[in-house]
């Protein structure tokens, strides 16, 4: 079995990867196999926690298309992601691995209001947390959402599980000739506006030290290789 790199994560999803080649809902072939990703992770003793944005549901200011208030339609979108919260939790659960969901938002109906103790809790106790709603606030994407909550609970890295490889020097599906980085600092992504995550996040995580690595979902098994330390996607940290 191999050895962990990382304690703790926290596992950032993008929504639009959980729905497949239909591009909208969730396709449950790709949940499984995310899910079968995660219970290797967990059966080496890495405690978890994941965050999964709403895009394949309603990416807020985006769908809105200026016909609805921004904080009506982020609030859409916080909506999105707890629907996918709930459905990951409940795949992983049939999958043998144990999960919560907390958010940021009191839906006592649905799930556990977020606080970091109850997080730390659960995550001691081997469940995976599913982090819902982002930050609870309009105007605030879900990787800082994901960002946030990884420097609350303290993970030791934050993995972006994405649809692009790494990070690119321009968009590498319009142009050819854009460059893959293998590391970057926080000041190298801001001052060249790379497309990592937005400002926000990637000064959250500037100002609390926390590692960031970006790599490609298109195969689940890339989260355990990134937990067990082997270099794929891009890392961002500090010098």
């Known amino acids: 079995m191999p050895e962990r790199k990382y304690d703790r994560v926290l596992l950032k999803l993008s929504g639009e990867a959980l729905a497949g080649d239909a591009h909208r809902g969730l396709d449950f072939e790709i949940i499984g196999q995310v899910c079968n990703a995660i219970k290797d992770c967990a059966a080496l003793g890495v405690q978890i926690g994941l965050v999964i944005g709403g895009g ?10 200026d016909k609805m208030q921004r904080s009506h339609g982020d609030a859409m979108g916080m909506l999105a992601t707890l629907m996918n919260a709930i459905a990951v939790a409940d795949a992983l659960e049939k999958h043998g691995v144990e999960a919560r969901v907390l958010s940021a938002l009191e839906m006592p109906k649905f799930c556990e209001y977020f606080t970091r103790d109850l997080a ?7 469940k995976v947390v599913v982090f819902a709603c982002g930050t609870g606030n309009p105007y605030f994407s879900t990787d800082t959402g994901a960002v946030l909550r990884g420097v609350e609970i303290e993970a030791d890295a934050i993995l972006m599980a994405k649809n692009v490889d790494g990070i690119y020097s321009a968009d590498p599906n319009v142009d050819p000739t854009a460059v893959k980085f293998d590391t970057l600092t926080y000041d190298e992504v801001l001052a060249r506006h790379l497309r990592a995550t937005d400002t926000t996040a990637m000064t959250l995580a500037m100002d609390n030290h926390m590692t960031l690595v970006c790599f490609a979902l298109k195969d689940p098994q890339n989260i355990l290789r990134v937990v067990c330390g082997e270099k794929i996607g891009t890392i961002v940290k500090e010098d």
């Open 56 to 65: 394949n549901f309603w990416r807020g200011a985006k769908d809105g298309a």
């Open 120 to 126: 730390d809790r659960y995550l001691k106790e081997g």
